[in-house]
């Protein structure tokens, strides 16, 4: 009650008492959320806990970018979707969701294709569309007014221009990936850390590999990394511990073992975050058309460029 | 002499090397090494290599002398960039780990 | 499509491709999973997910034993449930939402305050309720039928006497528990490996415990523990990898840091699994009433008898 | 002589230690033992003890000259009930961690 103070409305004070009564977390890290912007980038394995978590959690404002329409085999690992969304656009099945979950008056949905910059209001909880997915040409735009981005898309191409776009606009971006058994997890542009480029300079040519259908993945991957994604997000949105900002976990389900390595830091020769970056117009566009998870969730291409 | 060494392979990397997850490798010393100095990577990428039995995966892991773009290398949980790179040298039970960058969703 | 052979039906291939796509998991276990049966014992903050990933991986019949009703606070991190659902019984708006998740055509509801047996149809997917919560005279009849039993409950009695269950009829238990920012979870009673008592031999006395009202909870980490007990559950069920039978999975969010610990195997004289187990009925009766997540979660209870 | 350890507090144990969650101890040898011995969890047990600023806390963790039940000791990962309890012998850079269990859900 006494919650009320520091800004939170009656309604938060109810729904977020359990988070506030962390004591290391509390409720002026729950308003901090509460009035922050997260942008979610594919709704799909990752994209569906993200958003839910980031949902539930609090989240003033949630962009949702996908240009996608479910497919039954997404509904094993995309539980945002009912068996009857099969064939209708991901963010509209997403939001109307996401909806469900929140007070029904505090609710406003915003259709959006360009960069205006949406107030966070007390005691509300805005869902922002963007359902032409992100291109080369759209992409500053899109992430230009959020806090942090997460990438929770399903290709190498797309995950790149998003990177780049999220450098130029000065957004952490928190990465998620998942194939088979395995998940990855890390922080990039963040606190003054490597970016995807610092580490992995180029994406590789997923089109000259040809193991990619042989390759699948159970549900509870993609869903245990999407939950640790909404909460690397909170934690960057509340300054809130330690981020893997600078180290990348790696989890493995089949024997439930994680690692977290240690990675290097920026790299001043980056063409994206270094001290001279190249002009992004130059640097790749995503994969057009239905990218099929299947084929952008190669993990054994061959490189187009030798090293 | 040799050096043994804990190799993991990780986002698929394990099927080049039957499909074996974590491995214990005996890298013989060079001769131009002392005992002491134990091995560097260069010499286990070489060993490795040896080990691919289909010449086409070679290029899933190696490019030239070293590992191909898309493979993080982790020497003790720390990326090699930091450790010395394709010079650093190993003792009697580090930990090596080949991470294959994953990007599905 | 050749899946088919091995007994799935063709919307379980339509559904379950990419699973089945996994090398080492395929079609045949994905088909033990869908003629298989579990049980989420409480269904709030980890039970949410867990209930959830179990349905849409596609396990064959779905048990769900909670007496709670859904209150606010419970919204933001119990993500099965809608804002309208509040004040309403938490398993019949799970049976509501998990019905989405699913072929309309395929579903069956039963309500259950028995041990009959159910069988699972192939193509079907059955949900089983247990609307009065676990109690000393219905808990071995509630976990009879099952392959597997999920401990989602938040409080110390419950938990032992789910394991007395478990232990008394044979079932393998994925315990998961959470806390402020940090999570746990292991597999009691599997492979020859411990139960619950022979790691800690009596429950401590929640009620001795002064600080429980100052512990919360951040919604995200049982999202987590609960997304990685349906994976425990399904690797039981398909005997796939390595469960954590004998480990514990720790967990902290604050730095997304897990440790594994080997523990110690079973006891010979463990009250419960031991060779000469304690009379079940002089075991503990859970906490009469409505357990508050707040004080059940008491992680420094002082012990009601000395060690 | 003293014996370097890592020691790690969860489940809300930290709480009772400045809310340090990991710690590095030095814990003087005692004079019945060489230092090559290292020293043992019960001498572990008692350095800690010390450390307890608020008499109210002691029995948050401990129990008599043990750990109270529903705590977990873990020696290098390891349940401690399999490396010897608390004659448990420790030494240099070993780590220690004391896990509460989690009853919430
Ligand atoms: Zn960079
Ligand atoms: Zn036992």
Chains 1, 3 share one sequence.
Not at chain 1, 191 to 206: H, K, M, Q, S, V
Not at chain 1, 283 to 307: F, H, I, N, Q, Y
Not at chain 2, 71 to 90: Q, Y
């Amino acid at each position: 009650a006494g919650w009320c103070g520091v800004g939170l409305t009656a309604e938060e004070v109810a729904r977020f008492s359990r988070p506030c009564l962390v004591k290391s977390f509390g409720p002026t890290r729950q308003l901090r959320l509460c009035r922050s912007k997260a942008l979610v980038v594919g709704v799909g394995g990752l994209g569906s806990p993200a958003a839910t978590y980031l949902t539930t959690s609090g989240v003033g404002v949630l962009g949702l970018c996908d240009f996608d329409t479910v497919d039954a085999s997404n509904l094993h690992r995309q539980p945002l979707y009912k068996r009857e969304d099969v064939g209708q656009p991901k963010v509209a099945c997403a939001v109307k969701r996401l909806s469900e979950l929140v007070d029904a008056s505090a609710l406003r949905v915003h259709k959006s294709e360009g960069c205006d910059s949406l107030e966070t209001v007390p005691g509300t909880f805005s869902i922002r569309t963007h359902e032409s997915g992100l291109t080369r040409d759209n992409a500053r735009d899109v992430v230009r007014d959020y806090d942090v981005v997460l990438d929770c898309t399903d290709n190498p191409r797309t995950r790149y221009l998003l990177n780049d776009a999220c450098v130029l606009e000065g957004k952490p971006l928190v990465y998620g990936a998942s194939v088979g058994m395995e998940g990855q997890l890390t922080v990039y542009h963040h606190n003054g850390g490597p970016c995807l480029r610092c580490i992995f300079p180029e994406p590789l040519d997923a089109d000259a590999c040809d193991v990619c259908s042989d390759t699948g993945v159970l549900g509870f991957v993609p869903g245990l990394i999407g939950v640790m994604q909404a909460q690397e997000a909170i934690k960057v949105l509340t300054n809130f511990g330690t981020t893997l900002s600078g180290r990348m976990l790696h989890y493995d389900a089949e024997d439930a073992r994680q690692f977290v390595a240690k990675l290097r830091g920026r790299r001043p020769g980056c063409a994206s975050c270094g001290d001279s970056p190249t002009d992004p117009s130059s640097l790749d566009e995503p994969t057009a058309g239905k990218a099929s998870a299947v084929t952008a969730s190669c993990k054994s291409a061959v490189p187009s460029t030798p090293a | 002499m040799s050096t043994r060494l804990f190799v993991e392979f990780t986002g698929g990397l394990e099927a080049i090397f039957d499909n074996q997850k974590q491995t214990e490798q005996h890298v013989a010393t060079e001769s131009s090494q002392t005992p002491q100095e134990g091995v560097s990577m260069r010499t286990l990428l070489r060993h490795l290599g040896k080990q691919i039995k289909k010449p086409q995966d070679v290029q899933l892991m190696l490019a030239g002398d070293t590992v191909r773009p898309g493979v993080l290398v982790l020497v003790n949980e720390t990326d090699w960039e930091l450790t010395g790179g394709i010079d650093t040298m190993l003792n009697d039970g580090d930990c090596v780990a080949f991470v294959s960058t994953l990007h599905g969703g």
